[in-house]
């Protein structure tokens, strides 16, 4: 299963058709695709409450709650694809959210008797996708947060930036800049 967490506001967003472009080229993109809107779902920052929440079904084993659902479904991905345009050096406060909401000890991740953080995720190559109106340079810390987490976290073995820049310079073409990273994306996508 391919699972796409799209984390654009617009319904013309530029990351969403990068990221587009990206899913019909990937490899094994026949498979079973789900999306996961972040704008769509509600969620909402941990509270202490939820916090219980979780350390009581850790310590009985049971993520049968709708709560854990997200995690499950990141979890089992084969691939995964984040689409999310650069905002403020980094990316929309709804995928971080999404974040908290997958990071779960006992779905994603657990702990080994030594304490050694072990990842849970099938996924073997995590997407990110982002556009930007100017120029990103070295600081794609939307990135660099993801890639940390995915490798670090959950245990994905590789990420994969794929990105688009200058889009609102002037005097630029947009639609040429978009179409020469759809180009350029395909040399990413090679194993």
């Known amino acids: ?12 967003s530029r990351t969403r058709e990068l990221a587009e472009a990206v899913l019909e080229n990937i490899p094994e993109a026949d498979v079973e695709l789900e999306t996961q809107a972040l704008y769509s779902l509600d969620l909402r920052p941990l509270t202490e409450q939820g916090i219980q929440q979780r350390q009581s079904a850790l310590a009985q084993g049971d993520f049968s709650d709708a709560c854990f659902d997200l ?6 991905a084969d691939q995964i694809i984040v689409a999310a ?29 030594a304490g050694i953080r ?13 556009t ?32 688009a820049v200058g889009l609102d310079a002037d005097d630029v073409d947009a639609s040429a800049v978009l179409e020469n990273a759809k180009s350029q994306m395909k040399n990413a996508l090679q194993f």
């Not at 299963?1 to 013309?12: G, S, V, Y």
């Not at 072990?118 to 982002?130: E, F, I």
């Not at 995915?150 to 245990?155: H, P, R, T, V």
Request: glycine share 8%; net charge positive; proline share 3%.
């Open 71 to 76: 995690a499950k479904q990141f979890a089992a």
């Open 132 to 163: 930007a109106g100017g120029e990103i340079g070295k600081n794609n810390f939307g990135y660099e947060y993801t890639k940390a987490v995915s490798l670090g976290l959950f245990g994905i073995p590789d990420a994969v930036c794929i990105r």
């Open 85 to 113: 345009p650069y905002w403020d050096f980094s990316f929309p406060a709804v995928l971080k959210l999404y974040i908290e909401h997958v990071s779960i000890n006992g779905i994603t991740f657990q702990y080994d008797a």
């Open 1 to 12: 299963m391919i699972l796409f967490i799209d984390a654009c506001t617009r319904a013309a």
């Open 118 to 130: 072990r990842g849970l995720c099938r996924a073997n190559r995590l997407y990110y996708v982002t």
